[in-house]
């Protein structure tokens, strides 16, 4: 990429979170990600730290942790400050109102430039039909397992499910979902396949499908609108020619569906390489129940053993299985973790030049890796140990709020990468993103919010008779 020729009609939008908005390049196979900002303070400095930053963070932190063949850091670039506002005028009618409230960066002219995700590369050179990426954002795959936690439910419902009564009652979102995270981190085929059918029913924004780099299927912009199931499945048809003769003509949309959530399914729990002989190993994660009690799948497959014994775990190099080891960093809960938050705070306020020491708001190095990797298990009154589980806390909120992508596409007998699945045969990849550094200063808002969930779940779900 030439940045000194950079051209705006080179690029287009690709999509945008809550932090960033997405451009890709039309031809070649990359994206440039940019900052966004509340309207009232976008200043040109956030953006020239916080980019390399997110690089640093992505590079030393959470690569080492979940993976090198997960995580592509990307790099920063400098980008000409015409064509960062020629690109924000041009992409402008392109965005969803509900994220309208925030404007595109156009001080800095700092971007990061990454690996189109949504495609294969190489893949596009060939006369193939075009990628299938299904981006997931899984959110925390576990239940708390912390001392302390004081109140019991957190222990039986998981953040996720409870959330979602919160999130309806504030008008976010119009219905329920009832994707479940501890099932698609479970490990049973079942479960996932579960958890998969419902994320497709209700995407909210756990969910989006791209083909060919072209986002196909998502939640609508009016909250009220459902997504078409329908246009899905006739966009999916032709990558599943052997199941339109399944069940002789009788709802073929189904058994389109159902391969396809049997390709997500294998790819999440493959170890990124068809290549493996022998049965995975697989994690167990003992000290947490492994069952939300909110979660619509029903209880009595649960207990018929089959579950348990055959199939439950995940394959040790399995990218949820990694994802779901990083989210467990956060071992004392926000609960166990404010307490620490202030003792930090309190230490700051004794020796504000300490800050830097204790990397508080990075650099995002091996040293800083070292104090997540390292930190003692037991408290023993220090700023450094309260450090050290902040730092992890926000290691393990990182995980809990990235999106894992797969790509996937039909190919020929002799590539690699194949998925073992008897017909049809896919060469895919997976990748995980979305790996920000989460904010020091965020933590006593998320000890407020954890309260008002909870609060709020208790009282919806347990209103007296
Ligand atoms: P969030 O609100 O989830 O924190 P964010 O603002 O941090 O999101 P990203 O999730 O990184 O932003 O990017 C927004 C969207 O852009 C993603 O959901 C994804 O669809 C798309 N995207 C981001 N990076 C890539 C990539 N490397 N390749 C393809 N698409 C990407
Ligand atoms: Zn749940
Ligand atoms: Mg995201
Ligand atoms: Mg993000």
Not at 36 to 52: G, V
Not at 161 to 183: F, I, T, V
Not at 333 to 353: A, M, S, W
């Amino acid at each position: 990429m030439e940045l000194d020729k950079m051209d705006e009609n080179d690029w287009k939008y690709h999509g945008e979170g809550n932090k960033s908005l997405v451009v890709s390049h039309l031809q070649h196979c990359k994206v440039l990600r940019l900052l966004k900002f509340p309207s009232e303070d976008s200043t040109a400095e956030q953006a020239f730290r916080h980019i390399p930053n997110i690089v640093d963070y992505s590079k030393y932190v959470m690569k080492p942790l979940l993976g090198e063949k997960y995580v592509h850091s990307g790099e920063v670039v400098k980008l000409p400050l015409d064509f960062v506002r020629q690109l924000s005028l041009k992409v402008q009618q392109e965005r969803p109102e509900l994220r309208c409230d925030k404007v595109m960066d156009t001080f800095s002219g700092c971007g990061l430039c990454l690996p189109n995700l949504t495609q294969l590369p190489l893949h596009h050179l060939r006369d193939h039909s075009p990628p299938i990426c299904v981006e997931i954002k899984p959110k925390c795959g576990f239940l708390p397992f912390s001392r302390h936690i004081t109140k019991e439910c957190k222990r039986k419902v998981c953040r996720f499910c409870m959330h979602q009564h919160y999130k309806l009652a504030n008008g976010k979102w119009k219905r329920l979902s009832r994707y479940c995270p501890l099932d698609l981190f479970s490990g049973s085929k079942q479960r996932m396949y579960v958890a998969l059918k419902n994320l497709l029913e209700e995407p909210q924004n756990n969910l989006k499908i791209f083909k060919g780099g072209e986002l196909i299927f998502s939640c609508k912009d009016d909250a009220k609108q459902q997504p078409e199931l329908n246009d899905l499945i006739q966009h999916l048809r032709p990558y599943f020619p052997h199941s339109n003769s399944l069940y002789n003509g009788h709802q073929p949309g189904k058994a389109v569906l159902n391969e396809f959530i049997q390709v997500i399914c294998s790819a999440l729990l493959s170890g990124g390489d068809s290549n493996r002989s022998g049965e995975p190993r697989k994690v167990h994660l003992s000290e947490s129940r492994p069952h939300c009690e909110a979660s619509p799948f029903p209880r009595d497959l649960l207990r018929n053993g089959e579950d348990f014994t055959s199939n439950h775990g995940l394959p040790k190099d399995s990218v949820l299985a990694k994802i779901l080891q990083v989210q467990m960093l956060d071992n004392l809960d926000i609960e166990g973790i404010y307490p620490l938050y202030k003792r930090v705070e309190q230490y700051l306020e004794e020796f504000p030049r300490e800050r830097n020491r204790l990397q508080i708001d990075g650099p995002y190095n091996e040293s800083f890796m070292d104090t997540v990797k390292n930190c003692p298990t037991e408290d023993d009154g220090s700023v450094e140990y309260a450090v050290g589980k902040v730092h992890q806390y926000r290691v393990a909120m990182t995980a809990k709020d990235c999106s894992v992508m797969i790509t996937f596409a039909p190919c020929e007998e002799d590539e690699e990468h194949q998925l073992n699945l008897e017909k049809p045969r896919f060469t895919y990849s997976v990748s995980i993103l979305d790996l920000d550094p989460k904010p020091y200063e965020g933590i006593p808002h998320q000890y407020k919010l954890d309260t008002k969930i909870v609060n709020y779940y208790l009282r919806s779900t347990q209103a007296p008779p």
